[in-house]
Structure formats: structure tokens, C-alpha cells
Nanobody, 114 residues
Framework: QVQFVESGGGLVQSGGSLRLSCAAS????????VGWYRQAPGKQREMVAA???????NYLDSLKGRFIISRDNAKNTVYLQMNSLKLEDTAVYYC????????WGQGTQVTVSS
């Protein structure tokens, strides 16, 4: 059974950077697209970025180029480089398969302070 474990979150000042990691179990990770999602208080969960097995990427328009998603298929890991962080980026960040979600993990908390 595939499971995702998110890590790398924390407290960061506005304008700072973090790199999140999404480690997946299983042996078929490399054949699936993977997305990063976030859920902020009072808001619906939204997909912020996704990456296909051949590393084609897509991003939430409102990010304005601040985030970069990447993957290392050999390590079964997807990353989210988060730059120029803003207060509104504060959320719990999760990874999952776009459009065909498995059970959500615990996520990793990103808190951006002023």
C-alpha cells in the first residue's frame, strides 16, 4: 500500500524559504503524477503544484513562480521548494496523487510569520 510521509515544514519569516519533502512507499511511485496540496484555516484544500513521471510540472497560478516542484524517482521522493514565502502560504501541506487520492497523511505544517 502506498503511503506518503511529508516533512520539512516549520516556522519561517516572510520572504524566507523552505523545502518540503514527500517520501512515498511502494515500488511503482515512478509511474504516477504526484501533487502538493495545502489547507489553510477556513479554506478548502487546494493543489498548489503537480509533477508527472517525466517531470512535466503545473502550478497554482497565484503562486506567481515562487514555488518549484521536483522529483527524484530513484528515491521515491517529491520536493516542493518554497521561496519568497508569504503569510498566506501558512497551511498544512500534503502530497497525494492528483485526481485519485489515497488516504491523506499527517502533512507538514508551514507557518509564515511577519
Amino acid at each position: 500500500q502506498v503511503q506518503f510521509v511529508e516533512s520539512g515544514g516549520g516556522l519561517v519569516q516572510s520572504g524566507g524559504s523552505l523545502r518540503l519533502s514527500c517520501a512515498a512507499s511502494g515500488t511503482i511511485f515512478h509511474i504516477y503524477a504526484v501533487g502538493w496540496y495545502r489547507q489553510a484555516p477556513g479554506k478548502q484544500r487546494e493543489m498548489v503544484a503537480a509533477i508527472t513521471p517525466d517531470k512535466t510540472t503545473n502550478y497554482l497560478d497565484s503562486l506567481k513562480g515562487r514555488f518549484i516542484i521536483s522529483r527524484d524517482n530513484a528515491k521515491n521522493t517529491v520536493y516542493l521548494q518554497m521561496n519568497s514565502l508569504k503569510l498566506e502560504d501558512t497551511a498544512v501541506y500534503y502530497c497525494n496523487f492528483p485526481g485519485r487520492h489515497i488516504d491523506w497523511g499527517q502533512g507538514t505544517q508551514v507557518t509564515v510569520s511577519s
